[in-house]
Each structure stands twice: as C-alpha cells, then as structure tokens.
C-alpha cells in the first residue's frame, strides 16, 4: 500500500474505533477537494456505504447538484486507478429510465471518485426503516422497476453485484438503481488481489452464495438472488438471512433453507412467496433464469395474468424490453386513466380493466377522547389493508397516507402528491361499545364526493363495518370482488379486547422507537394470553423481535 493511502487507512480505523463512523475530515484533510474546485464544491457529507463516502457536491461547470462518491481508500490502493476508471467507462453508456446514470469519473489526492444525479427524494433503504413493512403492490411495482434496469445491462454485460435498498432511490414515485457497474469495476480492476486483503465487493445480506463464497465469474443471477432479498425485506421487514456477523450471514445460505416470508407476513399470497423462493434458491440454474424472467412473474402477479415463458430472444439480447415489459404498460394504464377523468368529465367510469389508485387517509378520532387514537390509527390500517386485497385495486403506502394526518388537505391535493385516482376519508367515534364509523370515497380529479355512508355498530362488529366499507368502495368503482379478497375478519379474532391490545401494539410499533418497540411486544403478548389463537398478534411479535434486533456491519471496523 502506498504511504499515503496507508494512512489514510490507519486513520479510517481509528475514526472506526473511537466512534463507529468515518469522518469526513479524514477525506477533507489533504489535497483531494481543493483539486477538485475548480469542477466541484463539496456542500455536505450524505452518508457511507460499503465501497464509498457520498458528500452533496455542487457541479460548478454545469450549476447542478450532484452526489460525489469517494471510494474506500483501501480499495483504491487494491484496484488501481487507471483500470477502475477505464472498467467504469462501460457503466457510463447505460441508458434506462430506472438506472441512475454515471455523471463523471476520476482520480484527486490519491482517491478515486465518481459522480451521479443527486436525487431529490429517499432510498428504498429510508422507506424500509420508516415503513419497516411494505404493501405488496408497492414492493412488487419496485422490484419490478428494478429487475427492468438489472435486465437493460446485463444485456450490455454488466453484472451491478451490489443490489441492496440502499442503492436504489425512490424520486416520484420510482425506483432508479445506482452504481451500476462500480461493484463489477472494482472486483475486475481488483483481480486476485482483492481476495487477497480480505476485502469483499457486495452486501452480505443480499450476496448470492457463489458471490459470497467468493467465486470469480458471477452472472445475472446473482443480481436476481440480490433482488429477491431485497423483495423479500421489503415485505417482511428484514432480509431473508441475518446472524451477527457477515460470515454468519452467508453460511446460512448453504446450511438453511430458504425462508419463507409468509412465516413472518401471513398475508402475502402463496404466489408472491414461491417466486421469491425461486429467487432465492441457492443453485443458479434453479432461479429465474433473468431478470426478465423475474419482472414478467411479478408483472403477471400484480395484474392476475400468467406469465408466459421469456423467449430466448427476448431482453438479454436487445437490452430494449425492459422498458416494454415494465415501463410501457404503466404508461399504457397512466393514459388510460388520464382518458377516462378528461374525456368522460372524471367520472369514476373507467373500463374495469384499468387497475385503480387510491389512497385511505387517517380516520379522525372525534369525540374529544385521546386515548381512542390508537382506534382511528387501526381501523386506517386495516381499512388499507382490506382494500389492498381487492384485485385490481392499488393503494397508497401507509407512509404516504399518514403524512397527511393532522392536516386539512382536500382531495384533489392528495391526489396530485399520491398519484391517486380516489381518496377515502372519513372519521370514526368510539364510546364504551359502540363506534360510529363514517367514511366518503372523493374523486381526487374533481373533489366531488362519489360514494358515502355512515355505520352505527358494537364495537365487536369491527371487522364487519370494514368489510362493508371495502365492498361499497369496490362497488363504486366497480371492480369485482376475488377470492383474494377474503373478509378482513378471517384471520380475526372474537375478542374484542384482545383487538384492542393487538391495535394499541400496533400504534406503539408504528412510533419506530426503542420503547415503543418493547411496549408493542408486551401489548402484542396481553392480546395472545386473551386469544392464543389471533394469528396477527403471533405475526405482530415476530415482526417487533425482528425490527428489535441488532445488526453488526462487516466492513473496515471488523478489521481495525
């Protein structure tokens, strides 16, 4: 190693020690941004990741923000400049409306770097640690975009080998891939002599076996084993496979079988489970054979049509159906949807083939009583819950929804910031046994109110006004009820105090602290010792231990 990466190394590690963190001095001390004035001004420090440190930098030439990623020190020493910069090159031709496009390249104070779009909005990571859980359309529209931009370039021969949620931004109401071909460029630039100092290219949570047991030759595969953790995290709240350490983590690739999500979320049907297992199958040759082939089962699941079998001359040679596969038929219902409100005066008659959007907004707790909050907060999520098994029917995440709680904001507003056709609103008052529950379906186009009612029942009767609240919105749109769309009370429970326990659980785990975590596991445990037969309070204690536990990152502080 060169004296001067070694120090900078020597000093990385001791940051790591005293805090855990990189800090940016250890980057801002030499000679590496003052080289770069003249083309970029550093405004802040973002984050780091496994290869990299990103900073929010100003492009002075083009008077842009950009995100600047400054690659780990260590592995500059290993992979060498002028190779990292000529293997990037190929990543800098990617073209595709959900890969995050590689800006420029280089080499300043003896660190390696290279720059892309700052996007204004999240990562899939952020979504995840706020959500923790979510809805499988959402998760599924995601992972398809994604398999979309995995299948643009592996036809080009890039491998991206680093597919986590941390790598993939969410910007209105997207998904966009970034690093392309960084992981793939340090690895081939590496050579041997990666492996030779210990140091790994990928996330261990989402390595493939073959790229966890260090193989040389990796393929798209890889990428779709990737892809599959990440689908399944974004379901069930985790990654498939956790231990302590990264070691731990892969082992469990090759001793276990592969988990099921349906043991931690009930609710996601058999079909969404087995081909996330096929993703995830250890041996190559029993995945999907592309990501393709991944993307058409997900777009087949959403829309309640087979998926037909990919041709050998489909994706992996143009590099141009992703686009078709993915993008175009949300075009395609985008237009359709923008016909039916503009040609048909925005009415709610659109062909009941066009999926519809809408979004459940906070039910408003009235009555004064605070201590009912957890009430209006649960009967929101199950309506949502309810209405996301509705074929055809896509709702807003919860996240999204509950931004506006608190807020007078009409329906026309939510609709343009949700990308919704519909919005169901309504509040609800509980006093001892009763509950009065009223709700109104708005046309987000228009703000005219399209359906309304209001239910007078026994607070036992919960599940009951829920699925008749689900069938009226169902009917006014006018779609047709599945056997998906099995009655909210199925996996129920007869108790209503054990309800409560399960929703106040609940409400406490949605506040995403450390209290409020332990609090909703004793909360989940009161409501099984009232019905040890309530299957969501079982899912509710798993998903709590789950988001409880802690996780060591293996990096640079695992070999100071």
Same mark, same amino acid.
């Given at each position: 190693m060169q004296p001067r990466l070694r120090e900078y190394h020597t000093r990385i590690c001791s940051a790591y020690a005293r805090s855990g963190t990189v800090s940016a001095m250890a980057l801002e001390a030499d000679n590496f941004w003052p080289q770069l004035r003249d083309r970029y001004e550093c405004i802040r420090e973002l984050g780091q990741g496994g290869m990299a440190t990103v900073y929010l930098a100003r492009d002075v030439r083009h008077r842009r923000q950009v995100a600047l990623k400054v690659l780990r020190p260590e592995l500059a020493a290993v992979v060498g400049a002028a190779r990292f910069l000529r293997e990037i090159e190929t990543a800098a031709n990617l073209q595709h409306p959900h890969i995050l496009p590689l800006f420029d390249s280089g080499e300043a104070g003896g660190l390696l770097f290279y720059v892309m779009p700052y996007v204004e909005g999240e990562s899939l990571r952020d979504r995840i640690d706020r959500e923790k859980q979510l809805a499988t359309d959402a998760a599924l529209e995601i992972a398809a975009e994604v398999a979309g931009a995995l299948e643009a370039a592996h036809a080009k021969g890039i491998v991206h080998r680093d597919i986590k949620p941390?790598?993939?931004?969410?910007?209105?109401?997207?998904?966009?891939?970034?690093?392309?071909?960084?992981?793939?460029?340090?690895?081939?630039?590496?050579?041997?002599?990666?492996?030779?100092?210990?140091?790994?290219?990928?996330?261990?949570?989402?390595?493939?076996?073959?790229?966890?047991?260090?193989?040389?030759?990796?393929?798209?595969?890889?990428?779709?084993?990737?892809?599959?953790?990440?689908?399944?995290?974004?379901?069930?709240?985790?990654?498939?496979?956790?231990?302590?350490?990264?070691?731990?983590?892969? &082992?469990? /690739?090759?001793? #276990?079988? $592969?988990? !099921?999500? =349906? *043991?931690?979320?009930?609710? @996601? +049907?058999?079909?969404?489970?087995?081909?996330?297992?096929?993703?995830?199958?250890?041996?190559?040759?029993?995945?999907?054979?592309?990501?393709?082939?991944?993307?058409?089962?997900?777009?087949?699941?959403?829309?309640?049509?087979?998926?037909? &079998?990919? /041709?050998?001359? #489909?994706? $992996?040679? !143009?590099? =141009? *159906?992703?686009?078709?596969? @993915? +993008?175009?038929?949300?075009?395609?219902?985008?237009?359709?949807?923008?016909?039916?409100?503009?040609?048909?005066?925005?009415?709610?008659?659109?062909?009941?083939?066009?999926?519809?959007?809408?979004?459940?907004?906070?039910?408003?707790?009235?009555?004064?009583?605070?201590?009912?909050?957890?009430?209006?907060?649960?009967?929101?999520?199950?309506?949502?819950?309810?209405?996301?098994?509705?074929?055809?029917?896509?709702?807003?995440?919860?996240?999204?929804?509950?931004?506006?709680?608190?807020?007078?904001?009409?329906?026309?507003?939510?609709?343009?910031?949700?990308?919704?056709?519909?919005?169901?609103?309504?509040?609800?008052?509980?006093?001892?046994?009763?509950?009065r529950v009223s709700a109104q379906l708005v046309n987000a186009a228009d703000g005219l109110v399209v359906w309304s009612d209001t239910y007078e029942r026994a607070v036992a009767n919960t599940f009951e006004v829920q699925d008749d609240i689900a069938k009226s919105v169902a009917s006014a749109l006018r779609l047709t009820l599945g056997a998906a769309a099995r009655p909210a009370s199925s996996d129920g429970t007869l108790s209503v105090k054990a309800h409560d326990l399960y929703l106040k659980g609940r409400f406490e785990f949605n506040s995403g602290s450390e209290a409020g975590l332990q609090k909703s596991l004793q909360l989940y445990q009161q409501a099984l010792s009232v019905d040890s037969t309530y299957a969501p309070a079982w899912a509710g204690i798993e998903a709590t231990r789950r988001n409880r536990a802690d996780f060591i990152v293996d990096g640079v502080a695992g070999r100071c």
């Amino acid at each position: 190693m060169q004296p001067r990466l070694r120090e900078y190394h020597t000093r990385i590690c001791s940051a790591y020690a005293r805090s855990g963190t990189v800090s940016a001095m250890a980057l801002e001390a030499d000679n590496f941004w003052p080289q770069l004035r003249d083309r970029y001004e550093c405004i802040r420090e973002l984050g780091q990741g496994g290869m990299a440190t990103v900073y929010l930098a100003r492009d002075v030439r083009h008077r842009r923000q950009v995100a600047l990623k400054v690659l780990r020190p260590e592995l500059a020493a290993v992979v060498g400049a002028a190779r990292f910069l000529r293997e990037i090159e190929t990543a800098a031709n990617l073209q595709h409306p959900h890969i995050l496009p590689l800006f420029d390249s280089g080499e300043a104070g003896g660190l390696l770097f290279y720059v892309m779009p700052y996007v204004e909005g999240e990562s899939l990571r952020d979504r995840i640690d706020r959500e923790k859980q979510l809805a499988t359309d959402a998760a599924l529209e995601i992972a398809a975009e994604v398999a979309g931009a995995l299948e643009a370039a592996h036809a080009k021969g890039i491998v991206h080998r680093d597919i986590k949620p941390e790598n993939i931004m969410l910007s209105g109401g997207h998904a966009m891939v970034a690093d392309f071909g960084i992981a793939t460029a340090v690895d081939v630039a590496g050579e041997s002599r990666l492996t030779g100092t210990g140091l790994a290219v990928g996330t261990p949570a989402y390595m493939s076996p073959e790229q966890g047991s260090g193989e040389r030759t990796v393929d798209r595969r890889s990428d779709v084993y990737a892809l599959g953790c990440v689908l399944y995290e974004m379901l069930a709240g985790e990654p498939p496979f956790t231990g302590p350490t990264a070691q731990a983590i892969i &082992a469990k /690739r090759f001793s #276990g079988d $592969v988990p !099921s999500v =349906r *043991r931690t979320r009930p609710s @996601v +049907s058999e079909t969404v489970d087995r081909l996330i297992s096929k993703a995830l199958a250890p041996v190559p040759a029993d995945r999907w054979p592309s990501a393709e082939a991944f993307a058409r089962a997900i777009v087949a699941e959403r829309s309640g049509v087979p998926a037909r &079998a990919p /041709r050998a001359t #489909g994706l $992996v040679r !143009s590099g =141009r *159906r992703p686009i078709l596969l @993915v +993008s175009v038929l949300s075009v395609i219902a985008a237009l359709g949807i923008w016909a039916a409100f503009h040609f048909l005066g925005g009415r709610q008659t659109v062909s009941p083939g066009i999926a519809r959007t809408i979004a459940v907004l906070p039910l408003v707790n009235v009555g004064g009583d605070s201590t009912q909050e957890f009430f209006a907060d649960g009967m929101t999520d199950e309506l949502t819950g309810a209405l996301g098994k509705i074929p055809g029917l896509r709702v807003a995440a919860r996240s999204s929804a509950f931004a506006f709680k608190g807020k007078s904001a009409d329906a026309r507003e939510v609709g343009a910031r949700l990308h919704v056709a519909s919005v169901l609103e309504g509040s609800v008052r509980r006093a001892g046994s009763r509950m009065r529950v009223s709700a109104q379906l708005v046309n987000a186009a228009d703000g005219l109110v399209v359906w309304s009612d209001t239910y007078e029942r026994a607070v036992a009767n919960t599940f009951e006004v829920q699925d008749d609240i689900a069938k009226s919105v169902a009917s006014a749109l006018r779609l047709t009820l599945g056997a998906a769309a099995r009655p909210a009370s199925s996996d129920g429970t007869l108790s209503v105090k054990a309800h409560d326990l399960y929703l106040k659980g609940r409400f406490e785990f949605n506040s995403g602290s450390e209290a409020g975590l332990q609090k909703s596991l004793q909360l989940y445990q009161q409501a099984l010792s009232v019905d040890s037969t309530y299957a969501p309070a079982w899912a509710g204690i798993e998903a709590t231990r789950r988001n409880r536990a802690d996780f060591i990152v293996d990096g640079v502080a695992g070999r100071c």
